[in-house]
């Protein structure tokens, strides 16, 4: 009992000892840590507050390629909508539809890009005084024809030269499309073909730069050959004029089948696709079925050529290549003559803003087919399209 009373005395005296926390030193702990918490909060907003704003980053090849064909689509847009005041039936639909292509084509593109961040695309644009509604500018159907041309080159030149295979392919297909209503404007507003002259026709030689897939050359092996036997079995319906450019084509169109067979080094082995005759799309039993069957196996053509586009690299602007796509066609109907071969249809050369050159190489002389294949198609009664040789699948790819 002693030596538990000594222990709590003993224990209760050390802690006397010692005494008791005093509050202003519990006060002064307390302040260094609110003051230490002020100042992570101050240097945190001052970090805030000294950090760049967010820009819209710099835009790519790939990106510029885009926006600029979006920008001339809608500016044809603009200009197809406003030349169709006063202009009579015939030519008011084909500017309809050249308007409805415009916007088919910078919806498959994407639209304009809209960042949401400050920067030179965002600047508050000036203010413009504002026409008259009495006096509206007044367009007509050459300056469409004109900007259509123009508008065709610069999206060419972009589908050689842009590194995104797919987006190629869509551009390759939008300067098909822009020329398909240039050809038909022309023809429906019987517009004078100022330096008429025959549409040049693609290369007959491959150049040694095209690299394709394997898959890719024989499929144009094979799409050549069948344009080829169809063309062959077409021409005895046709009436002697017309027959004598099929033939030729039919021609034209084996001798690129074997050209690609040997490119792609499967010529007379057995990967070699082609065959003594052809299931047909069409069987024709007049000159309409014959032209049908003709602007179907060119259609085909046309879309083996923009699928190779995708497939194929990028080449640089430099000297310029004769194709289909430099002028304007001005068909006669179903049964005038196709670009090349004999009694080709007369073309319009239509004015165009100089570049700087025009685009050659694999890709380039892939359009430039391309174009070949559809223009033939269109000739022969193909509908017209806002995208040629284009599935869905693609457009969305």
Do not use: K
């Amino acid at each position: 009992m002693f030596s538990t009373t000594r222990s709590l005395a003993e224990r209760s005296s050390g802690r006397r000892a010692s005494g008791p926390r005093r509050p202003g030193a519990r006060r002064r702990a307390r302040a260094s840590v609110l003051v230490l918490t002020a100042l992570l909060l101050v240097s945190g907003c001052e970090l805030r507050f000294e950090s760049p704003a967010p820009t819209v980053p710099a835009a790519g090849p790939v990106e510029r390629a885009r926006a600029a064909t979006v920008a001339d689509a809608q500016s044809v847009r603009s200009l197809a909508d406003a030349a169709r005041t006063g202009a009579n039936a015939g030519v008011a639909a084909v500017l309809a539809r050249t308007a409805d292509d415009a916007t088919a084509h910078a919806a498959a593109l994407g639209g304009v890009y809209v960042s949401g961040l400050a920067g030179p695309t965002s600047a508050e644009a000036p203010p413009t005084t504002p026409t008259s509604p009495a006096t509206p500018a007044q367009h007509d159907a050459r300056e469409v024809v004109d900007l259509l041309v123009a508008t065709a080159e610069r999206s060419r030149a972009a589908a050689v030269s842009v590194p995104d295979g797919p987006l190629a392919r869509l551009l390759a297909s939008i300067t098909l499309s822009r020329l398909q209503d240039a050809r038909a404007l022309v023809a429906a507003a019987g517009l004078p073909a100022d330096g008429a002259t025959e549409a040049p026709a693609p290369s007959t030689d491959l150049p040694s730069d095209v690299s394709l897939p394997v898959a890719d050359e024989t499929e144009l092996v094979l799409v050549e050959d069948q344009a080829g036997f169809a063309d062959e079995v077409a021409a005895p319906w046709l009436d002697a004029t017309t027959r004598a450019t099929v033939l030729a084509r039919a021609e034209a169109h084996r001798e690129r089948a074997r050209d690609w067979a040997v490119l792609a080094s499967i010529d007379s082995t057995s990967r070699d696709p082609r065959r003594a005759a052809y299931a047909l799309p069409v069987d024709p039993h007049d000159a309409t079925t014959a032209g049908s069957l003709v602007a179907t196996v060119e259609t085909s053509l046309a879309t083996a050529y923009l699928t190779a586009v995708a497939s194929s690299g990028p080449t640089t602007a430099a000297a310029s290549l004769s194709t289909s796509s430099a002028t304007v066609t001005s068909p006669a109907g179903p049964e005038s003559a196709s670009p090349t071969g004999p009694g080709s249809a007369p073309t319009s050369r239509a004015p165009r803003t100089p570049s700087a050159g025009t685009a050659v190489g694999g890709r380039a002389l892939l359009i430039a087919l391309a174009d070949d294949a559809w223009t033939t198609a269109s000739t022969r009664e193909a509908t017209p399209s806002a995208l040629p040789g284009l599935t869905t699948s693609a457009v969305a790819g």
